[in-house]
C-alpha cells in the first residue's frame, strides 16, 4: 500500500465532489444535510448537489422555501453536508456556513429547472405540514418556492477506511487548507 499524503487526501476529496457534481445519475449527487432546529437537535435530510465550487470551496443545494431546513438555517446558518463514497470507502464531513438566496438572484436558474422536477417546489400544503392521507396534497410549481442553499466550507473532514489501513484527515479554512492526519 501506498502511504497516502495530505495533499492526495485534499485531491480526492473533491475529485469525490466533483464527480458527484458531474454526473446527474451519480448515486454520490445525494448528501446528508445537517441542521439544528429550534430545540437544539440535530436535524437530518438528503439532498442533492446541485454545484460546486472547490476555489470557493462552496457547494449549493436547492429547495422549497418553505421547508424546515430553510428555517432552521435562518435561525442558524451552521449547516454540515456528508457523503459516502463506497468505491472509494471514503466518508466526507463538510461543515461551513449556509447562505439562503431566492428570488430574483435565482431566476436564471430556475429557468433551466425542468418541468418534471419545478414540482418540487410547490407541494400543497408546505412539506412538513401533517395531512390526513399519504396522497392528500398537490403540486403548484412556483418560482416563489425556490432556494438555493449556498455552504461556504470551513471544514472537511476525510475518513478511510480502506483494508489496506484506515486514515483521517483534517483540513480548515482558517489555515488556509493545511491538513493535518487525525486518528481515524
Known amino acids: 500500500m501506498t502511504e497516502p499524503t ?3 487526501a485534499w485531491s480526492q476529496a473533491w475529485t469525490i465532489l466533483q464527480q458527484a457534481n458531474a454526473d446527474d445519475r451519480s448515486p454520490l449527487r ?12 440535530p436535524q437530518l435530510r438528503t439532498v442533492v448537489l446541485r454545484e460546486l465550487d472547490a476555489d470557493a470551496a462552496t457547494l449549493c443545494i436547492f429547495t422549497d422555501a418553505r421547508s424546515h431546513k430553510v428555517a432552521e438555517l435562518g435561525k442558524n446558518n451552521a ?4 457523503l459516502w ?9 463538510l461543515s461551513g456556513e ?23 417546489y410547490g407541494h ?12 392528500a396534497w398537490e403540486v403548484h410549481p412556483d418560482i416563489n418556492n425556490f432556494t438555493k442553499i449556498t455552504v461556504t466550507l470551513s471544514h472537511i473532514d476525510i475518513v478511510c477506511l480502506s483494508r489496506d489501513g ?9 489555515n488556509n487548507w493545511k491538513g493535518d492526519w487525525l486518528s481515524p
Open 166 to 174: 484506515h486514515w483521517r484527515a483534517e483540513f480548515l479554512k482558517k
Open 85 to 93: 463514497a463506497p468505491d472509494h470507502l471514503i466518508q466526507l464531513r
Open 98 to 120: 449556509a447562505q439562503i438566496t431566492s428570488g430574483t438572484p435565482i431566476q436564471e436558474q430556475w429557468a433551466t429547472v425542468p418541468d418534471h422536477m419545478r414540482e418540487a
Open 79 to 82: 449547516a454540515s453536508l456528508h
Open 6 to 8: 495530505l495533499t492526495g
Open 30 to 41: 445525494f448528501v446528508t444535510l445537517a441542521t439544528v432546529d429550534a430545540n437544539h437537535a
Open 124 to 135: 400543497v400544503p408546505p412539506p412538513g405540514t401533517k395531512i390526513a392521507a399519504s396522497e
